[in-house]
Nanobody
Framework: EVQLVESGGGLVQAGGSLRLSCAAS????????IGWFRQAPGRGREGVSC????????YYADSVKGRFTISSDNAKTTVYLQMNSLKPEDTAVYYC??????????????????????WGQGTQVTVSS
């Protein structure tokens, strides 16, 4: 059974940092792309970043490029999202999700939540001004 468990959310002041973790199990880690998505109240789910998209590529949304970094520890089958220079508009529930990777996966596909089949429960990130 595929399981994704997020952790690391919390309350932080603007300009601060947080590191989210997504512990994955139940599938062959190297064969899957892992994405981070977020959803703020009253808004749709937004793609933030993905790793192992197109087998080895990482993608970022323009809104977080240069501030967020995605990484993975394959031995621990865990994906991290390091978030620096946080802004109040980063406030949202953050989810990790998994889908089988593909050599042809584009940036749009990698950050499209409809492409992902397995989801974690989410972790709240709140950035105060």
């Amino acid at each position: 059974e595929v399981q994704l468990v997020e952790s690391g959310g919390g309350l932080v002041q603007a300009g601060g940092s947080l590191r989210l973790s997504c512990a994955a199990s139940g599938f062959t880690f190297d064969d899957y792309a892992i994405g981070w998505f977020r959803q703020a109240p009253g808004r749709g789910r937004e793609g933030v970043s993905c790793i192992n998209c197109s087998f080895g590529s990482t993608y970022y949304a323009d809104s977080v490029k240069g501030r967020f970094t995605i990484s993975s520890d394959n031995a621990k089958t865990t994906v991290y999202l390091q978030m620096n220079s946080l802004k109040p508009e980063d406030t949202a529930v953050y989810y990790c999700a998994a889908r089988i990777s593909s050599l042809s996966m584009t940036w749009l596909e990698g950050l499209n939540h409809y492409e992902y089949h397995h989801w974690g429960q989410g972790t709240q990130v709140t950035v105060s001004s």
